[in-house]
């Protein structure tokens, strides 16, 4: 499976199916536990995330960028699952060398047993299962990738609702479960694919420390950026919990669980993006590298752009409907965090680009500066006045974070994409933009509004959902017929020839 439709249209579909899954089972645990519990049990996952970037300082980024270009040797695959080995063995470590004062600072109170396997269980989700997402698109095994990832998906929804059913609402059985399917799973993967992994057999002396030297060059202008990032990303989960507590935090996690649906169509392509700008520019077919980067920008901006402009003016309903009451504090949280997801598309994009091109120096100064203002901004937003350090904060809560979010993504992502185009001698592009924001924005209220308006029957708000939604594609479809140059780049002829090819290449899957 070569073709980039093909691999993209096989991701999609995964995606959207694996997305399903793992959003009716996150809803399922919040609205189980509850926002105090959920709260804690987010913020724990989430600073162990940032944890991961410590230890990973770019290396996955790495071993992608080179699995991508050619073939490696088995030697090579070897060092680098050692080296995931460390990375598991050295937190836990000093873990459990902490203190109980510094558990308590760091974690926010919880107990050693909780906090050792909400570690394992997402160095087992995002570095272990993370490995072989990576492994398997760097060999176009795009359709078995998916299929694991729809099982494992599906086997940890079964396994939440027994114990849900069960009676039990324990965390510590929670991270269990995530962590004991990613394990399962990676073991079934890597039994069942060495005779399908393509290796480098001419050359097979790789030695440790050519390996080591071949990371650290790609790796070195990373290790202030992951560092600083590892700082950012527990910043954010730890001023929030620390200043507005495990319901502010609860708020703010469901918020950007439901708000990421808007990013399908970006996870689909990202790696299989990331795999032929790799490889294409190894050739020194920059060309190729060019024209794929702007159209996919342009698309997955307005794919983004078109879920969330839809999904905002249904927020309370969505929480309503889904978790219920005791959420319905969240709903402005909800509303502006749909918004977050349509300039992280193009950050994902123009991140894959510049770790594909091997700009990683470029690509870390700028992260720290941004992440360094974003800590600054993070701090100013959360904490009450009266605790400040010169007398000034918002005390904005939940709300202040989505707000902060939002705002210095589209600073932030900018700026990348100013850079990038500037070092390339490419043109920067930026009022498609504001064309595909205004109109999926204004075609999501007018569809709310025409249907709501009309049809105010509160038993059948589902119904409604839908049929506001054929409103609103009807909206779009025609916008981006008339505007099609600005908006997608294309011209009305080309977008008419476009839907023949996408049925094409459908027959041909």
């Known amino acids: 499976m070569n073709s980039i439709p093909e ?12 997305a399903f899954l793992v959003f009716v089972t996150g809803l399922l645990i919040a609205r189980t536990l509850g926002p105090e519990d959920y709260g804690y049990f987010a913020f724990l996952l989430a600073s162990f995330v940032a944890v991961r ?64 396997a909400a570690f394992i269980a997402s160095f087992m989700q995002f570095t272990l299962w993370g490995f072989i997402a990576q492994l398997g698109e760097s060999q176009r095994l795009t359709k078995k990738v998916q299929l694991i990832n729809i099982t494992v998906a599906m086997s940890h929804l ?51 420390k050519g390996f080591f030297k071949e990371f650290y060059k790609y790796c070195r202008p990373l290790f202030l950026y992951t560092w600083v990032m590892c700082g950012y990303i527990f910043a954010d989960a730890w001023m929030l919990q620390h200043y507005a507590g495990s319901v502010q935090q609860a708020y703010f996690s469901v918020a950007l669980q439901v708000a990421t649906i808007s990013l399908l169509a970006t996870t689909s392509i990202l790696r299989v993006l990331w795999k032929e700008i790799a490889e294409e520019a190894h050739r020194g077919n ?17 794919f983004a752009a078109m879920i969330s402009g839809f999904l905002v003016p249904w927020a309370a309903d969505i929480i309503d409907v889904t978790l219920g009451e005791e959420y319905m504090m969240g709903v402005t949280v909800l509303t502006v965090m749909f918004f977050y997801p349509v300039h992280q598309a193009l950050g994902q994009v123009v991140s894959s680009m510049y770790l594909a091109l091997e700009m990683t120096i470029s690509y870390a100064r700028l992260g720290v500066v941004s992440m360094l203002v974003s800590v600054i901004v993070t701090y100013f937003v959360l904490v009450p006045s009266d605790k400040s350090i010169i007398g000034f904060g918002l005390d904005l809560g939940a709300i202040g974070l989505a707000l902060k979010m939002v705002f210095l993504q589209f600073l932030s992502v900018n700026l990348y994409i100013w850079f990038l185009c ?25 569809s709310f509004y025409a249907v709501t308006f009309f049809w105010q029957t509160e038993g059948l708000r589902v119904l409604m959902f839908f049929l506001s939604g054929g409103v609103y594609l009807v909206c779009i479809g025609t916008g981006v017929w008339f505007i099609s140059k600005p908006l997608l780049g294309v011209s009305q002829f080309e977008l008419s020839q476009l839907w023949p090819r996408i049925f094409k290449s459908r027959r041909t899957l």
């Open 7 to 18: 691999r993209f249209g096989i991701n999609l579909a995964g995606n959207l199916i694996k």
């Open 53 to 116: 970037a410590l230890f990973d300082m770019g290396t996955s980024n790495a071993f992608f960028t080179f699995v991508s270009k050619e073939p490696r040797e088995k030697k090579f695959f070897l060092y680098y699952f050692l080296w995931i080995c460390a990375q598991f063995l050295i937190p836990i470590i000093l873990i459990v060398s902490l203190s109980n004062n510094w558990l308590i600072s760091v974690w926010k109170g919880g107990e050693l047993e909780l906090i050792i």
């Open 158 to 208: 079964l396994a939440v609702l027994v114990v849900i059913l069960l009676g039990y609402k324990s965390l510590f059985i929670l991270y269990t479960l995530v962590a004991l399917e990613f394990l399962l799973a990676f073991i079934y993967v890597l039994s069942t694919w060495r005779k399908i992994i393509v290796f480098n057999v001419a050359d097979s002396q790789l030695s440790a």
């Open 286 to 302: 920059l060309e190729r590298v060019k024209r794929l980067y702007f159209n996919t920008c342009r698309w997955l901006f307005f």
């Open 422 to 446: 500037k070092k390339q001698n490419w043109q920067y592009q930026f009022k498609y933009q504001i064309y595909i924001l205004m109109l999926t924005v204004m075609a999501g209220y007018f």
